[in-house]
């Protein structure tokens, strides 16, 4: 819902979805994006990546970002931090625009919290981060 709002308060902008797909070649997040009014022509589906640094990576494969293009990146905001020091790594400078803020109960949020700490420990260690934990 983010991206629709993003990709209709800026109508030349590409709208690009990152991740596998449930149906082949991306037609399930093409068709929420034309059922909202985005046109075609300005979808871009990346389906191969299995996890953040294949995002990443082959986000900035597909489109090829140049220093004087604005990317915005949404992801919900717990995973905000590895997803911007993945895209980073990869040559790729976003913009966070962060998006589902926990709401459940203490023990969820901790479980979850700790699973992003270790990814983000892992992906410096793995050469998939340049920082251990990415500046604004």
Do not use: C, Q
Not at 26 to 48: H, K, N
Not at 49 to 56: D, G, H, I, P, V
Not at 102 to 124: G, M, P, Q
Request: avoid cysteine; charged fraction near 25%; aromatic fraction near 10%.
């Amino acid at each position: 819902m983010a991206a629709v709002r993003l990709a209709k308060a800026f109508p030349k902008a590409k709208v690009v979805y990152s991740g596998r797909e449930e149906t082949a070649g991306g037609a399930g997040e093409r068709e929420a994006f034309l059922v909202d009014g985005i046109a075609p022509d300005r979808i871009v589906v990346e389906d191969r990546s299995a996890n953040t640094a294949e995002n990443a990576t082959f986000s900035a494969s597909l489109l090829r970002p140049t220093a004087d293009e604005r990317w915005i990146l949404v992801t919900s905001a717990f995973h905000m931090p590895r997803a911007i020091a993945a895209f980073r790594a990869a040559g790729f400078a976003a913009e966070a625009y962060p998006v589902e803020y926990l709401k459940a109960d203490v023990t969820a949020e901790a479980r979850i919290a700790l699973k992003e700490v270790f990814s983000l420990i892992y992906y410096r260690l793995a050469g998939r981060s340049v920082n251990l934990y990415p500046a604004p």
